[in-house]
């Protein structure tokens, strides 16, 4: 079946500690990326990538990392620069076609202690 | 920039009846695409609808339709018949012209009650 996949479902960290989550698709999609979740907040953009070996900012990146070395792949690193990082961390994927609707992975629930 | 409001954070409707779901946008694209999605509890999104901006009729998928009233700038949902199921959060969102990001507004949680 194809579709994105995200691991690990549940992440804890102890403050300082750099996390990376993984995103996968079998799509065949160009289009990456990584939303932030919070509540009351809606969905908030982290980075995106259009090709692979590029990507840009989106909105709220400063304390994240991305690469996008591979088609298929494009993990997020949490780093000990991101002040909240406690957050529902969802990554989608999107190809050129006639609406550009996005497809989304399970989501991973990040909780720093 | 793209913006979306949503401005009902809750919503409760009677089981089997109908309710609509506000959204309002703000772009300058010429062209641009708007979208319903779902996030039940599990969390994950779940597509529902799809309107593009130079769509002459309104979209419906099932139980789901998108008002769309391009001048005032709205694109709300409407589900028909409620469902138990549908107790979830919603979102609309939006793409402006070329492939840039879906801008997402901070949805409305829909509670159906039997």
């Known amino acids: 079946d194809g579709g994105i996949t995200q691991s690990p479902k549940y992440l804890f960290r102890k403050e300082g500690q750099n996390v990376t989550l993984s995103c996968e698709q079998n799509?065949?999609?160009?289009?990456m990326y990584w939303y932030r979740q919070d509540p009351g907040q809606g969905l908030r953009l982290i980075y995106y990538?259009?090709?692979?070996?590029?990507?840009q900012k989106g909105d709220i990146a400063e304390g994240y990392s991305v690469s996008r070395e591979k088609k298929e792949s494009f993990p997020l690193t949490v780093t000990s620069a991101q002040k909240n990082p406690t957050a529902f961390y969802l990554c989608?994927?999107?190809?050129?076609?006639?609406?550009?609707?996005?497809?989304f992975g399970e989501g991973s629930r990040l909780t720093v202690l | 920039a793209q913006k979306i409001t949503q401005t009902q954070p809750g919503m409760f409707v009677q089981e089997k009846e109908a309710v609509t779901l506000d959204c309002t946008y703000d772009?300058?694209?010429?062209?641009?695409?708007l979208f319903w999605y779902k996030q039940p509890s599990s969390g994950e999104m779940i597509f529902l609808i799809y309107?593009?901006?130079?769509?002459?009729q309104n979209a419906t998928e099932g139980r789901y339709s998108l008002n769309f009233q391009k001048a005032r700038k709205s694109a709300n949902l409407v589900i028909s018949a409620s469902q138990l199921g549908d107790s979830a959060m919603y979102f609309c969102?939006?793409?402006?012209?070329?492939?840039?990001?879906?801008?997402f507004g901070k949805g409305t949680r829909l509670s159906v009650i039997a």
């Open positions: 989608a994927s999107s190809d050129r076609g006639d609406t550009g609707e996005l497809f």
């Open positions: 799509l065949n999609h160009d289009a």
């Open positions: 990538s259009q090709i692979v070996n590029d990507f």
């Open positions: 772009t300058s694209d010429p062209s641009y695409g």
């Open positions: 309107q593009g901006s130079y769509d002459q």
């Open positions: 969102a939006m793409r402006g012209s070329g492939n840039t990001p879906l801008v």
